[in-house]
């Protein structure tokens, strides 16, 4: 059957906060606490990955106490709901500093966001994939996700500009104006969700400890296959992610035009989710995203050839780039969703919680090796974050921003050949599922 639009609507809306809080984390803050908090890089980026490192202990804890949670009690919507003020909570913090916050501030804080995240992203994410056992509305579930994400981060971009604040050294007072826009929105988006989402999943767990939970990764499979290239790609998208205020305003000399970029980005990102999950439905998921993957290649293979006056062929690099990455925000997800049947036609378990808590552990993982490579390795080239380069400075830069991207993506395309779970094998798994119920 095919989902309502207001459910669809009310489950995609939190995403909205959640997706422009989290870029400013991930792209605004390390810079923010270098240029404008006087942290080094290295402490900046040590930091981050201590915090994201820590984090990783939590998905699981999370994702197999949300499978436990009785319905009664909002399996999924409970969760949520305790984790959103203290995202919110983490965000003013972060966001809001004092006056030269010290190092085990900014470690403090973002442990909080990021465990406040996992409270609300891992059970958000296992009740997506069970509003729906179709393979075609699962793509619709984690499109309007992806879109109400996307035009998150298109707000937390696009409001600052319109009030003055575009270049990338205004950062401290675009990071006010989103912490307002960010809470507000988190007070609508978790109402809306409360009133139209029904959380009535369904779970079949092991009777074991959590970390016996994670079997599902034993052994070679589909599950442990779609973990593998998204970790990969997570990583070479998180790279340029990171590095992209610096690539703008040390390559390209353009530090004003930043905040164009990243919107231009975007909007090819948020315009490209249709077209994606059209491609699901007509070639498969598996097979659209190793085509967005090789896109992506191609753009980025340009990167290093740029420089100053190079403005317009780095946009046409946003762009492309920005289509491929529509394809990431909508289709692993979609195909992770997939293998929960998958498991439970296996093992007789079904455990959407635990699966999404190894989604976000990759997640979390890919920023956290992205940052822990990218900052120490600039800090030995003796890279300047609010001064001048060396040439070996800025070689670094393009080598961590253009190039080692694409040798990641080149490698999570080697892991999705061969992907066995298409739309007719993902209709033989329910017809086995319905049968075994049956019996």
Excluded at 142 to 168: E, N
Excluded at 305 to 315: H, S, T
Excluded at 376 to 389: K, M, R, V
């Amino acid at each position: 059957m095919r989902l309502p639009a207001k459910t669809l609507f009310g489950y995609g809306a939190l995403a909205f906060p959640l997706a422009g809080c989290f870029l400013c984390l991930q792209v605004f803050l390390p810079t923010f606490y270098a240029a404008s908090m006087g942290m080094s890089l290295s402490t900046v980026g040590i930091i981050l990955m201590i915090a994201r490192f820590g984090d990783l202990l939590t998905d699981p804890v999370i994702g197999y106490l949300s499978d436990r949670t009785p319905v009664r009690l909002g399996r999924r919507r409970g969760w949520v709901m305790l984790g959103l003020p203290l995202v919110g909570l983490a965000a003013w913090s972060l966001f809001q500093p004092p006056s030269n916050p010290g190092a085990g501030y900014l470690l403090f804080w973002t442990t909080v966001i990021y465990l406040a995240g996992t409270m609300v992203i891992v059970p958000m994410n296992a009740w997506g994939a069970e509003l729906s056992p179709d393979y075609h509305q699962r793509s619709r579930v984690t499109g309007i996700r992806a879109l109400f994400g996307l035009l998150g981060t298109l707000a937390v971009l696009i409001v600052p500009a319109l009030l003055g604040y575009a270049d990338a050294r205004d950062l401290p007072a675009a990071l006010e104006v989103n912490t307002i826009l960010i809470l507000g929105t988190f007070c609508v988006a978790g109402v809306l969700m409360v009133l139209t989402v029904p959380d009535r999943s369904r779970v079949s767990l092991p009777q074991t400890s959590v970390i016996a939970s994670f079997a599902v990764l034993r052994g070679s499979s589909p599950i442990r296959k779609l973990l593998i290239a998204f970790l990969l790609n997570g990583i070479s998208t998180a790279l340029p992610a990171t590095l992209f205020l610096f690539f703008v305003t040390h390559m390209l000399d353009r530090p004003d035009l930043a905040g164009l970029l990243m919107v231009c980005y975007f909007a090819s990102a948020a315009l490209s989710v249709p077209v994606w999950v059209w491609a699901a439905k007509r070639f498969g998921k598996g097979t659209s995203w190793r085509f967005a993957m090789v896109s992506a290649c191609v753009a980025f293979s340009w990167a290093p050839f740029l420089g100053p006056g190079d403005e317009a062929i780095f946009l046409v690099l946003v762009l492309v780039s920005g289509l491929a990455a529509g394809a990431d925000f909508v289709l692993p997800a979609a195909l992770q969703a997939d293998l929960i049947d998958f498991d439970e036609m296996k093992t007789g378990y079904r455990r959407a919680g635990v699966f999404y808590a190894l989604w976000g552990t990759a997640t979390k993982l890919s920023f956290a090796l992205a940052v822990a490579i990218a900052f120490p390795l600039l800090d030995l080239a003796g890279f300047d974050a609010d001064g001048e380069n060396t040439g070996r400075a800025l070689t670094a830069l393009v080598l961590l921003y253009g190039v080692v991207p694409i040798g990641l993506k080149l490698a999570a395309l080697a892991m999705m050949r061969g992907y066995p779970i298409t739309a007719a094998e993902h209709d033989r798994i329910l017809q086995t599922l319905a049968l075994r119920s049956a019996s």
